[in-house]
């Protein structure tokens, strides 16, 4: 993206109200498809009125869409193949392979973004939080509950105290209730998102407890309600969300973490090993 672009897309002006942030947010994502999106595309995606995009657009300095793509156009980096249609010609292209080679190609791209995270001053003080907080919570909802019970999982390897938690006793009080300092929740939320998500992470930065929220750009009070955001890119494509990219981003935060650590999780690694042969989880 050019710079003068990417500037006028993350100043203060152009991210004033809601609507503004979802659609610069979609117009920073989703550069390569821009090409073959029209106003009412992207609105329709973004779920604001044509006639929103319009005048964004206008206020960024352009008479339209058509005037941003030339801006754009000399320095795309890659042309996308556009998937975009009914479901009878998305089978023709999955049996010819140019679908799933768009798919792939979309989460090879998604993964870079991922990476320009993991050199963010956001992603350092991530690390320090799971570090050394004394406890840390996880919480998702609905279908990214799993794969934020995974990262508890593997996250309890390399440090104690790392506990999920899923508010079936409808108050949240193990994280809420303060009895110990410096705890950490780390809370996962995609859109479209959860209802209790917001209040969740509101309620425990008033308990004193750290919030790193981990959301998508569809987000637009993450920053708002979290002690540190890390935002990844959103969904886009022809298909549901897929877990590909969140699962990448959660292995090199425990990476990471663990790198910090150091030798002490080789030691509770090797109790955790010693207490699975002792209860016989696992074939010799």
Same mark, same amino acid.
């Given at each position: 993206?050019?710079?003068?672009?990417?500037?006028?897309?993350?100043?203060?002006?152009?991210?004033?109200?809601?609507?503004?942030?979802?659609?610069?947010?979609?117009?920073?994502?989703?550069?390569?498809?821009?090409?073959?999106?029209?106003?009412?595309?992207?609105?329709?995606?973004?779920?604001?009125?044509?006639?929103?995009?319009?005048?964004?657009?206008?206020?960024?300095?352009?008479?339209?869409?058509?005037?941003?793509?030339?801006?754009?156009?000399?320095?795309?980096?890659?042309?996308?193949?556009?998937?975009?249609?009914?479901?009878?010609?998305?089978?023709?292209?999955?049996?010819?392979?140019?679908?799933?080679?768009?798919?792939?190609?979309?989460?090879?791209?998604?993964?870079?973004?991922?990476?320009?995270?993991?050199?963010?001053?956001?992603?350092?003080?991530?690390?320090?939080?799971?570090?050394?907080?004394?406890?840390?919570?996880?919480?998702?909802?609905?279908?990214?509950?799993?794969? +934020?019970?995974?990262? *508890?999982? &593997?996250?309890?390897? $390399?440090?104690? #105290? %790392?506990?999920? @938690?899923?508010?079936?006793?409808?108050?949240?009080?193990?994280?809420?209730?303060?009895?110990?300092?410096?705890?950490?929740?780390?809370?996962?939320?995609?859109?479209?998102?959860?209802?209790? +998500?917001?209040?969740? *992470?509101? &309620?425990?930065?008033? $308990?004193?407890? #750290? %919030?790193?929220? @981990?959301?998508?750009?569809?987000?637009?009070?993450?920053?708002?309600?979290?002690?540190?955001?890390?935002?990844?890119?959103?969904?886009?494509?022809?298909?549901?969300?897929?877990?590909?990219?969140?699962?990448?981003?959660?292995?090199?935060?425990?990476?990471?973490?663990?790198?910090?650590?150091?030798?002490?999780?080789?030691?509770?690694?090797?109790?955790?090993?010693?207490?699975?042969?002792?209860?016989?989880?696992?074939?010799?």
């Amino acid at each position: 993206m050019p710079r003068g672009i990417a500037s006028k897309l993350r100043s203060a002006d152009a991210r004033q109200t809601k609507s503004d942030i979802l659609i610069a947010n979609y117009i920073e994502r989703n550069l390569a498809e821009l090409p073959f999106e029209t106003a009412k595309s992207i609105a329709q995606s973004v779920g604001v009125s044509q006639m929103t995009v319009g005048r964004y657009l206008r206020r960024l300095g352009y008479d339209g869409l058509d005037e941003l793509k030339r801006e754009m156009r000399p320095s795309a980096s890659r042309t996308a193949w556009q998937v975009k249609g009914k479901f009878e010609r998305l089978r023709d292209d999955a049996r010819g392979g140019k679908l799933l080679a768009a798919l792939i190609q979309q989460q090879i791209d998604d993964l870079g973004q991922v990476y320009e995270l993991t050199v963010s001053p956001e992603w350092h003080k991530t690390v320090a939080f799971l570090v050394n907080s004394e406890e840390v919570f996880v919480a998702a909802f609905q279908n990214v509950r799993g794969v +934020a019970q995974y990262f *508890a999982s &593997q996250l309890s390897y $390399a440090r104690p #105290k %790392v506990q999920f @938690v899923d508010g079936l006793n409808g108050t949240y009080a193990e994280l809420l209730d303060g009895s110990r300092e410096d705890r950490c929740l780390f809370l996962f939320d995609v859109r479209r998102f959860a209802s209790k +998500a917001r209040p969740l *992470a509101e &309620q425990a930065r008033a $308990a004193g407890v #750290k %919030v790193i929220l @981990v959301s998508d750009d569809a987000c637009i009070w993450a920053r708002e309600v979290s002690d540190v955001a890390l935002i990844m890119p959103g969904a886009h494509g022809p298909l549901w969300d897929g877990a590909a990219t969140t699962v990448a981003l959660l292995d090199l935060v425990i990476s990471n973490v663990i790198v910090e650590l150091g030798d002490n999780v080789n030691a509770r690694v090797d109790r955790l090993t010693q207490l699975q042969d002792v209860f016989g989880d696992f074939e010799d």
